[in-house]
């Protein structure tokens, strides 16, 4: 393998990763709701939108950086997550219905509302990242002068990427250290048992889905110096997570990380190696793929390795 | 009593009826597919605007042949399924006898066919692929030049100025992505350019690293894109993150010619060119004029796109003059014989190349210099000159 091919491939795995880490970080909220509720929340999309709004006009009204701006973007997100499912989504799980899915009927709703509300308030002109750092990197050369190869590390998804980890260890820690997250891990494996147990199920959902919604809302402001904005793109970041959910195995955090990375990687390779207009075609062959070879996702092979090991 | 009250409705009713008679004699109505909600309603409120601006400048004027013109605009999401109905609607329900409108050209295809099979004039204002005048329909015209033609300018610019030896072409992969594309290599074959690269992309994509680190390892002189405004911006930027140094940034009008561009890619979007159909300081009669309506109005520039679709409602202000009378057969004669000078440019609808009812016109080259848009080339039109070569990005700055 020549300079280049390898520059080539260097350059395309750290893309991957870096796109990956973020695409996990949309998937976790769906895959925590999904645990809990269930249900596929497919609003998903376009609560990140909701969140992006909020990041952007953050930082155009009172200058506030979009990554300081997770600190404000998220706790409002877990309160607007926590309202949906208190007033839309309770009510609806009580009614008696034909469909079973009712209650992810009413998220593609929800999903329809707030992207039409966004396109009253907002207009649906594209809004492009406001901060000056969206086109900054670093460069190898510019470290390692002789370099046979240059390869480049761009800021922002850099720095998106860190704290995605960062939130994301965040969570594992919320999740497996404290009482109300092992009350949620345990409504989601098993909710009677966990009502038998003393868990208010009810309650859980409650913080589920807004936990759900703010970690899609960091992921809103964390895309925000890399990407741009437009009331109508929840419908893709939907799928990612969709995508995403069903990889990693229905429910499962751990499955979340690791599909979203696969996921990223292998959007990256696949637009480098085969073509990116196969990017979409790929993404849905993994998905038919892991659900008939997997359908367990990620998750099972990783309790399969635990039980035989 | 009982009787009087029944009169008293019945009259009423009969104003009512008379007065909307009366008011429907003197006014024409036409009804506008456009993409008002989705992804490309940004691209549907320039024209709305611009259509509006043109209907209030005729009625100012006494109409068309004394008539008020009143606009009515219908929701397409710019989803071709639904611009058929639509359309459908227009002839069948609403008895229309020309058809104008809509955004993109999937769009336009489908609302193309509905009007040849039901024999009423079509006017396409800017769906741009090469197909929809190419199909031997009788009843479609087309007043933007196709695809293939957007690129002229920017054509002989290359030839004369540029000499490329190789050249890679990204393109989204829909309708006018790819046929931006082909129209490109038919240019680099003829100008004995190599294509090095070709490659499509999905819109609304995050992340063009991937593929743009293939075309830098491919060092190609020129790098030519096809893409909305969005992609455009993404693209620019990740080139200057990459630092690819190409001679020469082109992108092929669409998402390159619109101030937005330069909104979003900052100072990634330094001296790329683009082709385009028209800019605010060309020379056509009330070009100008228009362009600086619609800045005092909504705040900026309308593109390319604007200038189409008010110049369209001047289009069908004089075919409609002109026609012996209002049925779509004679307006077809009509429109045929079209020979006017619009603020978008000259309109004469010509059968050649292989192209029926198609609009054959100069098309221009802008370069992005000190953050605005100029025209650069054709020279008789520029407002400034060219800077070629350009610097790498290591030097900018």
């Known amino acids: ?309 | 009593m009982r009787q009087r009250w029944v009169v008293g409705v019945l009259a009423f009713f009969m104003v009512f009826v008379f007065a909307g008679f009366s008011l429907a004699a003197d006014t024409v109505k036409f009804t506008i597919p456009l993409p008002l909600t989705g992804s490309k309603a940004k691209f549907g409120e320039i024209e709305k605007r611009s259509y509006e601006i043109a209907m209030e400048e005729i009625n100012a004027k006494g109409g068309i042949k004394g008539k008020k013109v009143i606009l009515e605009f219908e929701d397409s999401q710019g989803k071709p399924e639904i611009s058929r109905a639509i359309a459908e609607k227009i002839i069948d329900v609403l008895k229309q006898p020309v058809i104008f409108g809509e955004y993109s050209s999937s769009c336009s295809k489908a609302i193309a066919a509905v009007a040849e099979e039901r024999k009423v004039p079509y006017l396409v204002v800017t769906g741009a692929a090469d197909n929809i005048t190419q199909q031997n329909y009788k009843y479609v015209f087309r007043m933007n030049p196709s695809v293939s033609y957007y690129t002229s300018g920017l054509r002989s610019f290359l030839k004369e100025v540029v000499k490329p030896k190789t050249i890679a072409i990204l393109y989204e992969s829909s309708d006018f992505g790819t046929k931006g594309a082909e129209g490109m290599v038919k240019d680099a074959k003829k100008l004995g350019i190599k294509v090095v690269l070709k490659e499509k992309y999905e819109s609304g994509a995050v992340d063009f690293k991937p593929i743009l680190s293939k075309v830098k390892s491919k060092r190609p002189d020129v790098i030519y894109m096809v893409s909305y405004v969005m992609d455009a911006a993404l693209l620019m930027r990740q080139i200057k993150e990459l630092r690819i140094d190409a001679k020469l940034f082109a992108g092929g009008a669409a998402g390159f010619a619109i101030p937005e561009f330069i909104e979003n890619a900052k100072d990634a979007s330094e001296y790329v060119v683009t082709a385009t159909l028209w800019s605010p300081q060309v020379s056509y009669p009330g070009a100008k004029e228009f362009a600086e309506k619609y800045k005092s109005r909504y705040g900026k520039y309308p593109s390319y796109h604007g200038a189409e679709a008010y110049s369209a409602l001047y289009v069908i202000k004089d075919v409609l003059e002109r026609a012996k009378s209002w049925t779509p057969e004679d307006i077809r004669v009509a429109m045929k014989k079209t020979n006017i000078v619009t603020a978008f440019g000259p309109i004469k609808f010509e059968d050649r190349e292989g192209y029926q009812n198609q609009n054959f016109m100069d098309t221009l080259v802008l370069q992005v210099i000190n953050g605005k848009h100029e025209t650069i080339w054709p020279v008789k039109y520029a407002t400034k000159h060219y800077v070629y070569p350009i610097p790498r990005w290591r030097d900018r700055r």
């Not at chain 1, 034909?98 to 998220?107: A, F, R």
């Not at chain 1, 707030?114 to 492009?128: C, E, K, P, Q």
């Not at chain 1, 949620?184 to 859980?204: F, K, P, S």
């Open chain 1, 1 to 309: 393998m020549d300079s280049v091919a390898l520059e080539v491939l260097l350059q395309t795995l750290i893309s991957g990763l870096l796109l990956g880490g973020l695409y996990a970080l949309i998937g976790i909220g769906m895959t925590l709701i999904m645990g809990v509720m269930k249900i596929i929340n497919l609003a998903h999309g376009e609560l990140m939108m909701v969140a992006m709004y909020m990041a952007y006009w953050l930082f155009v009204l009172f200058h506030i950086d979009p990554y300081v701006s997770v600190l404000i973007v998220a706790p409002l997100m877990f309160l607007f997550g926590m309202a949906i499912q208190k007033f839309l989504i309770n009510p609806v799980l009580k009614v008696e219905s034909i469909l079973p899915e009712n209650q992810v009927i009413l998220t593609v709703g929800i999903g329809m509302v707030l992207a039409n509300l966004a396109t009253i308030f907002f207009t649906s002109d594209y809004r492009s990242t406001p901060v000056d750092y969206a086109s900054d990197a670093w460069y190898l050369s510019d470290y390692w002068r002789g370099s046979p190869i240059e390869l480049s590390l761009s800021v922002p998804w850099t720095v998106s990427f860190v704290m995605a980890v960062i939130i994301t260890i965040a969570l594992w820690f919320f999740l497996s250290k404290t009482d109300t997250g092992k009350s949620i891990r345990a409504t989601a494996q098993d909710i009677d048992a966990a009502l038998l147990m003393g868990v208010n199920v009810e309650r859980m959902r409650l913080i589920t889905f807004g936990l759900g919604a703010a970690l899609v809302g960091a992921a809103g402001c964390l895309f925000i110096p890399i990407y741009y904005l437009y009331p109508a793109l929840g419908g893709r970041f939907t799928l990612i997570a969709f995508v995403i959910t069903i990889l990693g195995g229905l429910g499962s955090t751990v499955g979340a990380i690791i599909g979203g990375l696969l996921l990223g990687i292998f959007e990256s390779l696949t637009a480098t190696y085969i073509g990116m207009g196969w990017a979409p075609v790929g993404r849905f062959a993994i998905f038919i793929l892991a659900l008939i070879f997997l359908p367990g996702g990620v998750a099972s092979l990783l309790r399969r390795r635990r039980l035989g090991g």
